[in-house]
């Protein structure tokens, strides 16, 4: 996609001495769109406000973090590798975190507590709302992957009421997936594609797919899939992963990642600058220029 230049009625960002700040901790950090999306928000809102990109090495996790905390940041958001140290530095953690065991979001109260929140999961069921993909309660999803991002994916469908199945390379990992969250079910790595025909939703929680990751020319066969099955995956680099266009060369609905990330944001922009983003087609342009 060819960059689109800013139009010159664009606002710009006001950064005063008051200016409220925020960031996002990750190593490495360059690849993440945060800072391209919550900037954006800040000049649509008019807001006095800036977010940045903060690459911090794993071993310096916590001293950036007292770091931030005075010199009187709002708060951050985590990526990888930080979302479970995230955690266990958060004096206190919403039920969300608590469940995904994983911290994307960290709020730094006046008092000088810290709270970790945890937005993944209700970003990817939000993004699944707003293209019209909501299941039944009773449906069934399946999730590739057991990590961090599983975690957090599969405590929100679960909330929702679906009944979820994870496989993973690693037996073990989803194995004690299953035992931190009750009612998920473990599914053999080597059986999930013969087995799709079961799903109404199959998600992509890994890497697989990925620019620059393990394997970015993951397509696993759909072949097994039931008709309706809804195909989503949360890698947005590229928009369209080789399993997106497999779903899509059968005639599946899709899901790609970027909405998940647009969604998880809205939380943590609104406890650091006190507005409520919208999430829209304007949204979704501004990072999409960014790629
Ligand atoms: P995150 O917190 O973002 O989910 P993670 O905890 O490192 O990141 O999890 C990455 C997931 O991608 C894991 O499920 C991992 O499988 P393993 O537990 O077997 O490592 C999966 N993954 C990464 N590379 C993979 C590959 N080449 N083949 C299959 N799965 C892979």
Redesign the pocket.
């Known amino acids: 996609m060819t960059k689109k230049p800013e139009s010159a009625s664009a606002p710009c960002q006001r950064i005063t001495g008051k200016a409220r700040l925020a960031g996002v901790l990750g190593w490495p950090v360059s690849h993440s769109r945060s800072p391209a999306l919550h900037n954006y928000w800040l000049r649509r809102y008019g807001i006095d406000g800036a977010y940045v990109p903060l690459p911090v090495r794993p071993e310096q996790f916590e001293t950036a973090v007292r770091g931030l905390q005075a010199a009187g940041f709002r708060g951050a958001n985590v990526t990888?590798?930080h979302?479970?140290a995230a955690c266990a530095l958060a004096d206190d953690l919403d039920p969300s975190a608590r469940r995904a065991g994983?911290v994307n979001t960290l709020v730094f109260e006046e008092d000088g507590r810290i709270r970790g929140l945890s937005t993944d999961g209700d970003g990817f069921v939000a993004s699944m709302d707003a293209k019209g993909l909501t299941l039944p309660a009773s449906g069934r999803a399946l999730l590739?992957?057991?990590?961090?991002?599983?975690?957090s994916v599969a405590a929100a469908l679960q909330d929702r009421g679906l009944h979820v199945a994870v496989t993973?390379?690693?037996p073990a990992?989803?194995e004690s997936l299953a035992e931190v969250l009750p009612g998920l079910e473990a599914v053999p790595?080597a059986a999930w594609e013969a087995g799709l025909g079961a799903y109404d939703l199959l998600v992509n929680?890994?890497?697989?797919g990925m620019e620059g990751?393990?394997?970015p020319m993951?397509r696993p066969s759909l072949k097994a899939a039931a008709r309706h099955l809804v195909v989503a995956d949360i890698v947005y680099v590229p928009r369209l992963t080789p399993l997106l266009a497999e779903a899509e060369q059968r005639g599946l609905k899709t899901l790609g990642g970027l909405g998940m990330l647009l969604h998880q944001a809205r939380l943590g922009f609104r406890e650091w600058f006190g507005q409520d983003p919208e999430v829209d087609a304007e949204t979704e342009a501004s990072v999409t220029a960014s790629f």
């Open positions: 990888i590798p979302k479970e994983a590739l992957g057991a990590g961090g991002a599983a975690r993973n390379r690693t990992r989803a790595w929680t890994t890497s697989l990751g393990p394997d993951f």
